[in-house]
C-alpha cells in the first residue's frame, strides 16, 4: 500500500519570490508520481508527472519536480510565482501494476500575495 | 483533449432524498472514479470501476452506491441523503492498461444536503 504526506496544508508567499512545496511518499513498490493543482471551482488538472528516468521533470506553468529516490520524496517547486498561480495543489502516488488506485496527498493551498 | 462532463455544477437537497451525480466521459477510459473532496482531507475515493457492470468499493462507500451500465458514464447514487454528505464530489477517468498515465477529472459538483 502506499501513502503520502504534504507537511505544509498552506504556504504563503509574495509574488516573483521562489517556491516549494513538500510532498513525501511511502510505497513498497515501484510508483509513478504526479502533481495536480486544482484552481477554484474547479476539478483537477495534471501539473507534471514523474514516469522514470531523470529525475528533474518539467511541468506547465514554470514548475517542476525532483524525485528523491533515498528519500521518498517529490518536491514541487518553481522559481518565481505569479498571482494566477494561487490553488490547490495536490501531490499523487500510483504503483506500477494497472490496478492500483492512485493516492493522493492532503493538498497545499498556496496563496501568492501581491 | 479528454473531456469528463459532470452533470451539475451546484445541487442542494434536502435530507432523505435520494440523490443522483451523473459523470460522462468522451476518451473510451476504463477506468472511472468518484472521491468527495472535503477541506484538509484531500481526495477520499468512494467507488470505483473498471468496467462496465464493475464496480469496486473504494476508502468511504458507506451510504453512496454506484452504477455503470455504460463504459461513458458512471453514476454516483446517494441512497438517503444525510448533511454529512454535504461536500464536493469529483469524477475522473484512465485507462485501465496504462498505469503511468494520469487521471482526468470532472470540474466537480458542490452537493448540500440540507
Known amino acids: 500500500a502506499q501513502s503520502v504526506t504534504q507537511l505544509d496544508s498552506q504556504v504563503p508567499v509574495f509574488e516573483e519570490a521562489p517556491v516549494e512545496l513538500r510532498c513525501n511518499y511511502s510505497?513498497?513498490?515501484?510508483?509513478?508520481l504526479f502533481w495536480y493543482v486544482q484552481y477554484p471551482n474547479q476539478g483537477l488538472q495534471l501539473l507534471l508527472k514523474?514516469?522514470?528516468?531523470?529525475?528533474l521533470v518539467k511541468g506547465i506553468n514554470g514548475f517542476e519536480a525532483e524525485f528523491n529516490k533515498s528519500q521518498t520524496s517529490f518536491h514541487l517547486r518553481k522559481p518565481s510565482v505569479h498571482i494566477s498561480d494561487t490553488a490547490e495543489y495536490f501531490c499523487?502516488?500510483?504503483?506500477?501494476?494497472?490496478?492500483?488506485?492512485?493516492?493522493f496527498g492532503p493538498g497545499t493551498s498556496l496563496s501568492v500575495i501581491p | 483533449d479528454v473531456k469528463v462532463t459532470q452533470s451539475s455544477r451546484y445541487l442542494v437537497k434536502r435530507t432523505g432524498e435520494k440523490v443522483f451525480l451523473e459523470c460522462v466521459q468522451d476518451?473510451?477510459?476504463?477506468?472511472m472514479f468518484w472521491y468527495r473532496q472535503d477541506p484538509g482531507l484531500g481526495l477520499r475515493l468512494i467507488y470505483f470501476?473498471?468496467?462496465?457492470?464493475?464496480?469496486e468499493k473504494g476508502d468511504i462507500p458507506e451510504g453512496y452506491s454506484v452504477s455503470r451500465e455504460k463504459k461513458e458514464r458512471f453514476s454516483l447514487i446517494l441512497e438517503s441523503a444525510s448533511t454529512n454528505q454535504t461536500s464536493m464530489y469529483l469524477c475522473a477517468s484512465s485507462h485501465r492498461d496504462v498505469a503511468n498515465q494520469p487521471q482526468h477529472f470532472g470540474d466537480g459538483t458542490r452537493l448540500s444536503i440540507l
Open positions: 499523487a502516488v500510483r504503483g506500477w501494476t494497472s490496478y492500483d488506485k492512485v493516492i
Open positions: 476518451m473510451d477510459h476504463e477506468n
Open positions: 514523474y514516469l522514470s528516468g531523470s529525475t
Open positions: 510505497s513498497s513498490v515501484s510508483v509513478y
Open positions: 470501476s473498471y468496467d462496465v457492470k464493475m464496480k
